[in-house]
């Protein structure tokens, strides 16, 4: 499925800012289109620095959210790397409903320097991770539809909470992505290609090894029930390899094939940003 178009408003405000496909489970609901137009609009309002407006979500949206963390609280404890499960107590997010992303960017800011800013749609890799590189992290506010609380066409509030928010606690993970993104603002198509492989396999889908068992620690995995579920079955676990990850495409429209294993929490850590700062990411020598 295509992603949502986002338009900028017209003068009279009358026109629709997202554009759903035909087939996305909210295109024939018109309140969560319009919720989807607001929260659009949020983000299109919004400017660089400053607070960050709270999305109009209702208790439907608060169930989604319910439901999917219902879900997903036994994998983490089952399948999810120990350094991210004692994260989520540095940033807790809690079950009751969609936190608001100026609920966390105080504690966010005080333990990484990084900071949420809303968006009104999916954006350009080089886009997402030149942001990285100021320490701002752009993120969704919308919530999938409630008819299918497990599957969504588009990265949403759930995977840029669940996700993300809480590995960006850590200053070494924000540290991380603010090298990925000063290096994207340097990249040119070929190096940028090698980058966004690497941020795939290692932020948002990466594996470390713990006890002799592969643990989930990318944002992908930790935010789908279904796929944090069936990785160990579903995907060829390959060894810690960074240049072949640069070197190994993607599709992000289905469960991934490939998954590679980081030996330690450490190694991930020190390999990764050694493999930024060295210039390795470049595809020379």
């Known amino acids: 499925m295509s992603p949502p178009h986002v338009h900028e408003p017209h003068a009279g405000g009358a026109a629709a800012l997202v554009i759903l496909d035909p087939d996305h489970p909210g295109f024939r609901d018109a309140a969560y289109r319009a919720r989807r137009d607001a929260i659009a609009a949020i983000a299109l309002r919004h400017r660089a620095g400053g607070p960050v407006e709270d999305a ?12 999917v963390w219902g879900a997903l609280a036994p994998l983490h404890q089952e399948r999810v790397c120990r350094e991210i499960l004692e994260l989520q ?7 009751s409903g969609i936190p608001q992303l100026a609920s966390l960017n105080d504690r966010l800011f005080a333990s990484s320097g990084f900071r949420m800013e809303p968006v009104a749609g999916l954006v350009s890799a080089r886009t997402f991770m030149q942001h990285l590189g100021r320490q701002v992290f752009l993120s969704t506010q919308y919530i999938r539809h409630h008819s299918r609380p497990f599957y969504t066409p588009e990265p949403d509030v759930v995977h840029e909470l669940v996700g993300h928010a809480a590995t960006l606690a850590h200053p070494a993970i924000a540290e991380l992505n603010r090298l990925l993104g000063l290096a994207a603002s340097e990249a040119n198509e070929a190096e940028m290609s090698r980058l966004d492989r690497v941020y795939w396999y290692t932020l948002e889908f990466g594996l470390v090894a713990e006890n002799g068992e ?3 620690f990318g944002a992908g995995l930790l935010s789908s029930a ?5 990785f160990a079955t579903h995907a060829q676990l390959r ?4 240049d072949i990850m640069a070197q190994t495409p993607f599709d992000p429209t289905r469960y991934q094939d490939v998954l590679f294993v980081a030996p330690t929490f450490t190694r991930l850590l020190v390999d990764l940003s050694t493999w930024v700062r060295t210039g390795r990411w470049r595809g020379r020598g």
């Open 56 to 67: 109009p979500y209702v208790e439907e949206e608060h169930e989604v959210w319910r439901t």
């Open 89 to 95: 107590e540095v940033l807790p997010l809690g079950p």
């Open 214 to 216: 592969p643990r989930a």
């Open 239 to 242: 060894p810690w390899d960074l």
């Open 226 to 230: 279904g796929e944090l579920r069936d």
